[in-house]
């Protein structure tokens, strides 16, 4: 009952804490229905015309650190059959409307789409990547150009999507530079360090408590509230919800929401599925998602924090890599990371960037203005662009979703740009966990 008390009295707190960042998230899936995947959302690249800073005179680049998450996929697993059962013991009692059989039919069709494809890219995934390379290319010309500098190390988790993804963003630059030498790694090694597959995030020995479940699952409870949908999908919404698995609305809800909003990442879209929701529901779909992603794979008070450990372990990789290609005679030019949301966020999260929400209690990154799909859709990326000038000074520019960003507790040297030594020492203090 105590318990019972905390979550209902965080979850009230929640719901005042910040009107105005609700808003902000109101107005941006507003613009884009399809934003309201979380991080499903299948990835937006920048706008034509962005403009990005260029380096002071005299500095050109030479070396890329790179970490990205797959791109487009399919569900990982099959969601489909509780509910398409639920649907038929519903259809088989009279008790769909209009509304209900065509939601019904769209999911049924999106199911047999699935059929042997769980869990693997898309074509639009494929394409992700390769326009990210490409347009990475085009904004920094000189960037993977120099045959003395030839070395490009890509690795990524022994998950199939992540291979395609790595070989996806390497195939334009390799027609390119054709002098460039690969060296592609995917195996145990990289999955139990370097893309951190085996976190803490999943790991079972946390008891549900421990990694926030129950905080999650309050926030679905309070965010999917079953009224006006069933009014629109069932003749008897009571009889329909002791149809559905275990009687749970909520959890149907989303993953109703869920089938349809992955279409956006197969090589078609079905937009008629959004409107079959209300905005409102829609957006608190996304904030019940984004409350999820955080504490799977992010920083929570209530996950204990557990993958901090994975954050500073990924900022002592890019400080590595980074002093390996820097030092004399190194001819590395680029470090290309494909991993998961899993591996990604909490890097992000440890470096604090501009727009992530630091640690909080479960629901608040919604409120303070983290929004899964803006910040971690399929393909997301991180770039870290190293450039060097004749006296041999470097500067960095960090890069996320190919837009210009900073960490919040380093300000940079000059424009967009920091200089290596000043961001080296601050990577330094945020890797320290590993030890």
Known sequence: MRRLRLITALLSAICILSPAKAQDAERYIGEDISRCAGQLHSYEAPARGTKYSRPPRGYKPFYVSHFSRHGSRYHTSDKFSPTLEAFARMDSL????DSGRMVRHLVDSIALIHEDKYGELTEKGRQEHRGIAQRMMRRERRLLRSRKRNQVLAV???VHRCQESMYSFCEPIRKRSSFLEFEFVSNEHTDSTLTR???????PALSSEDRGLEMVDSVKRARLVPLEAGKRFFTDPAAAKECMDGGDWHLFMYNLISHGVIEQCLDRDTPQYYSLFTFDELLNYCAARSAACMNAHGYTLENGEVLRRVGALMVRDLLEKADEALSKGSRKAADLRF????GILPLMLQLDLEGCPGTSHV???WEKGWIASQQI???TNLQFVFYRNRKGEVI???????RETFLRSLSPDRGAF???PRLREELEKLSVLYY
């Open 339 to 342: 991993s998961h949301d899993g």
């Open 197 to 203: 597959i085996e976190h803490g995030g999943r790991n």
């Open 94 to 97: 009279g008790l769909l409307t």
């Open 156 to 158: 990524s988790s022994t």
């Open 396 to 402: 960095v520019k960090i890069l996320h979703n190919e």
């Open 377 to 379: 859709p399929m393909a």
């Open 363 to 365: 629901g608040e990154e």
């Open 418 to 420: 920091y200089s290596w």
